[in-house]
């Protein structure tokens, strides 16, 4: 009968699934690999168990640092995802270095209490194809296509496994020659400067073979694919974009990424992007859009379409008279906003009143009369302010409490500047600082144009 530490050697580097040993999917996020990992080093840490589990816990905490040290990085990433454990293998010659004997760590781990079963992410028996990279692209999409929903189909091109010789490359009969550069790996070890007069050694996948270990003579070739082992394919994709989808929500196409021979193809990953709206501004349920109304609306109220919704619908408000709307001022709309996901909640609309004022003169400096009428229909000024002494000032229209911003041609260029008159060049923290160069955030304090 084999003894346990006997029983791990028909345990294959190959079988290790790093991604289970942290309890992620394959297309996890850097962030979510991170948050994995903590959270799998924190519940194995020696210090944290009884002294009769801390041999365990110690290869399980070795087993969590290994496999986060190699998915957290891209490129270690890449070649674990392409080849597995063998392109760390330093008995074939990856030499990736490190403190941790992966040998050592499955011996321990299946001799330490696990009744010969292999823990999560050591798997013995046959193995089940590696799944290939998944693909992300962007999709931009309207704000009428999320609120809506949205079926649509395209044509793509991938690489496909190639039908002649079903992804060896050659010819039928056709035997390879092991790759003279990597020496039949895949991979081999390269320098990268990581700093002035500093460099680090690293695995990379072989550029003579892309990694296959082998190459045919060109005689030899797949007269289809010319050795690649993968063609360039034509087909026709279909995406569903539910109703209530938010930026940054998924599409996922399963197995639709790059075919590679010996893997699982991943999954085509679609990341919506939301087009800003000319009109509409969405926050998570919610919409807010501006209510555009005149003065004499606001004074005497309304009753009309006042905005067309995103599935075109119009918005009819009834707006009482003798109820004064103000600049500003937000009236709410329940069940208006986005549709919610899976349910058939909305969200709410949120109008803001935005009063178009009359045009400077509008009403004639010589019209007493209409003067007059409107002086007599509008509410009354307050009781005159008294004063021993009164002075008649002048004064300038149009200035700012805020910054104000302006494009300064400067020969061939341009130079945007911002100006803050109330407080300007003063040490008052509540003024401004008056003229500033708004192309250069970080210096822009303090700076003053000396051309106006």
Not at 75 to 87: F, I, Q, S, V
Not at 171 to 183: I, Q, R, V
Not at 211 to 221: A, M, N, P, V, Y
């Amino acid at each position: 009968m084999l003894s346990p530490k006997n029983r791990t050697v028909a345990v294959d580097a190959e079988d290790i699934d790093l991604y289970e040993i942290l309890g992620v999917e394959r297309s996890s996020t850097k962030v979510e690999i991170k948050k994995a990992y903590h959270k799998a080093a924190l519940s194995s840490h020696p210090d944290k168990v009884p002294e009769d589990e801390r041999s365990e816990s110690e290869m399980k905490f070795k087993a969590v640092s290994q496999a986060y040290e190699i998915l957290y990085d891209d490129e270690k990433r890449h070649l674990y995802d392409t080849h597995g454990m063998a392109a760390f293998d330093p008995s074939r010659g990856s030499g990736m270095g490190g403190d941790v004997d992966f040998d050592d760590i499955i011996s321990h781990m299946f001799g330490m209490g696990m009744g010969g079963h292999p823990p999560p992410g050591f798997g013995g028996g046959p193995m089940t194809p590696r799944k290939g990279r998944d693909e992300e692209k962007k999709y931009e999409v309207t704000l009428e296509e999320l609120y809506k929903g949205k079926t649509t189909k395209f044509a793509s091109t991938k690489n496909v496994v190639c039908g002649v010789c079903k992804g060896n490359g050659g010819k039928e009969k056709a035997k390879p020659k092991t790759c003279a550069t990597c020496h039949g790996r895949g991979y081999t070890q390269g320098l990268r400067s990581i700093g002035p007069g500093l460099v680090t050694q690293e695995t990379v996948i072989c550029n003579s073979c892309k990694g296959t270990g082998k190459l045919f003579k060109e005689k030899d070739r797949c007269r289809k694919c010319k050795g690649g082992r993968v063609v360039e394919e034509k087909n026709f994709l279909e995406i569903y974009i539910p109703r209530g989808s938010k930026q940054g929500d998924r599409i996922v196409l399963s197995g639709e990424a790059d075919q590679v021979p010996d893997q699982e193809p991943g999954d085509l990953v679609f990341v919506l992007s939301e087009i800003e709206h000319e009109k509409f501004t969405r926050a998570g349920p919610d919409l807010t859009a501006p209510l555009e109304i005149t003065l004499a609306e606001s004074l005497c109220g309304f009753s009309r379409v006042v905005l067309k919704h995103l599935d075109g619908r119009g918005i009819h408000i009834h707006h009482p008279r003798g109820q004064v709307l103000r600049p500003n001022q937000v009236l709410k709309v329940s069940g208006e906003g986005m549709p919610i996901k899976k349910s058939e909640a909305r969200g709410d609309l949120f109008l803001v009143v935005d009063i178009a004022f009359p045009d400077d003169d509008w009403l004639k400096a010589d019209d007493d009369a209409t003067a007059k009428k409107l002086k007599e229909l509008l509410p009354k000024p307050e009781k005159p302010i008294l004063a021993e002494t009164v002075d008649e000032v002048e004064y300038e229209a149009g200035a700012n409490l805020e910054e104000v911003s302006f494009r300064v041609n400067r020969g061939p260029s341009h130079q945007t500047l911002r100006y803050r008159q109330f407080g300007a060049n003063s040490d008052d923290a509540r003024g401004g600082s008056g003229w500033v160069d708004a192309d250069d955030d970080d210096e822009a304090e303090g700076v003053q144009c000396a051309q106006q």
